[in-house]
């Protein structure tokens, strides 16, 4: 079955830097990735996803790139701001029941 | 508000009780997810449903909890027996008609706590 790892597990960056999160997955099946930003209490909110016939998508100041050849996508936020912290989770589907199989999630801590 | 709603948002209960959750999706999505979620880690997926009927359940999950959708529109998650263990947030997410909606959205949750 499908496996997506991601790291790191705590990126801590300066406010106005970039961050990057990265993610594997293992089944070349799978044409579907969003990434869910969840900040503590609350629920997962979907922030941007990707279809492997894209290579990549923009939204602002967040951006998701797909190398289907390689099996990862990743996460970018450029101008980092305080309201950025949050655990961000990525997730990878593409089966017959529309399940999502998750990454174990990536704490980013935005320092002012 | 349009999105997924979930009832109660908070539950406390004592280890032995019976406890039922209620998710109302957003309208016409036609597929409806739970998962458990404990502090620091990602959600888990528990079971699943497309209309009425449900599609798959966790392996890992035991007989004590069972789900229902029998409109096709809102659905119920039922925790029999609760244990300590059960103490977590449940969500549920729903996604869109269409072969290629693969998109969740999710509730804001049920924080269950078992004493």
């Known amino acids: 079955g499908e496996n997506v790892e991601q790291h790191p597990s705590t990126l801590s960056v300066q406010e106005g830097d970039s961050a990057v999160i990265k993610c594997t997955y293992s089944?070349?099946?799978?044409?579907?990735f969003p990434w869910y930003k969840q900040e503590l209490g609350k629920r997962p909110q979907l922030i941007i996803d990707?279809?492997?016939n894209v290579g990549e998508k923009k939204d602002q100041r967040i951006a998701v790139t797909l190398n289907k050849t390689a099996k990862h996508f990743s996460l970018h936020i450029t101008e980092t701001q305080p309201e950025d912290s949050a655990v961000y989770f990525c997730?990878?589907?593409?089966?017959?029941?529309?399940?999502?199989?998750w990454g174990a999630g990536t704490k980013l801590i935005i320092k002012p | 508000d349009t999105g997924v709603s979930q009832d109660p948002r908070h539950k406390i209960t004592k280890r032995g009780q019976n406890v039922t959750f209620r998710c109302d999706p957003i309208?016409?999505?036609?597929?409806l997810y739970w998962y458990r979620q404990t502090l620091g880690q990602g959600p888990e997926f528990l079971t699943y449903?497309?209309?009425?009927?449900?599609?798959?359940k966790s392996r890992l999950l035991s007989d004590r909890f069972s789900a229902e959708r029998p409109k096709g529109s809102f659905s119920t998650l039922e925790i029999q027996r609760t244990e300590q263990g059960d103490s977590a947030m449940y969500l549920c997410?729903?996604?869109?008609?269409?072969?290629?909606?693969?998109?969740?959205?999710f509730g804001p949750g049920t924080r269950l706590t078992v004493t």
């Open positions: 990707i279809r492997s």
């Open positions: 449903f497309q209309n009425e009927a449900q599609l798959e």
């Open positions: 309208s016409e999505h036609n597929r």
């Open positions: 089944d070349s099946a799978s044409n579907y």
């Open positions: 997410a729903s996604s869109p008609k269409g072969l290629f909606s693969y998109e969740q959205y």
């Open positions: 997730a990878a589907s593409g089966n017959s029941n529309y399940q999502l199989i």
